[in-house]
């Protein structure tokens, strides 16, 4: 089996990630670090000067922010989210969230990470589980298929309705139709997914059910 695509950076990369560690209010190790890198020398702006261990800093860098957005995205919802029905732990993150001091800082960035983890380990226990029942009763399977169904069906009915209210809530790109919108935010995101989300876009676009076409 082929393995995965050796990750390739360019100074577009390099100059988004500084931006993004500049503009943090504190910094872990390696993000301090590779502004150290950057200032040590006029030529460490440009990637081809880079050691091999500058590389590897800046690898850390690219991966801790885009982790750092996912749980900036996880802190709006929990944030949009009425304080009567968040959980314990989601209620004291959004009081982190108020705090100014570097640990309340760290605190509330490393409970969003674990809450993220715990989601997907959720999610995969689940399907898991539903995989191993569909196997030991096959009579039911065809059952569990039209349940999946309208599950997923109310999923994204309830889904659609709360990412429109987020919008409605939020002046980014306002101007801009919904879906454009959602694409434009996941590219702030995820910048290295942008051409896979604004085809996407343009599939949703021109998507004849679309109903914002008419």
Known sequence: MAGRKPLTLTNNDYFDILEHIYDLPFKRKCEQKLLDIRESSNKKGDL???????????????????????????????????????????????????????????????????????NRTATAEKNAVKKADMVLNPEVKNDSIKDERKQRDRENYFLG??????????????????????AFLFSTVEPEKKPKHIEIYQEAKNDPRNPFNS
């Open 161 to 182: 309705a709360y990412v429109k209210k987020l919008l409605d809530s939020s002046d980014f790109h306002k101007n801009s139709k919904e879906i454009q919108r959602i």
């Open 48 to 118: 081809s000067f880079f050691t091999p261990e500058d590389f590897e800093v800046l690898k850390k860098c690219r991966y801790e922010r885009n982790a750092y957005m996912k749980r900036q995205t996880l802190l709006q919802l929990i944030l949009a989210t009425d304080s009567t029905k968040r959980t314990t732990t989601e209620q004291k993150v959004a009081v982190l969230s108020n705090q100014k001091q570097i640990d309340a800082y760290f605190t509330m960035h490393d409970t969003l990470g674990l809450l993220l983890r715990k």
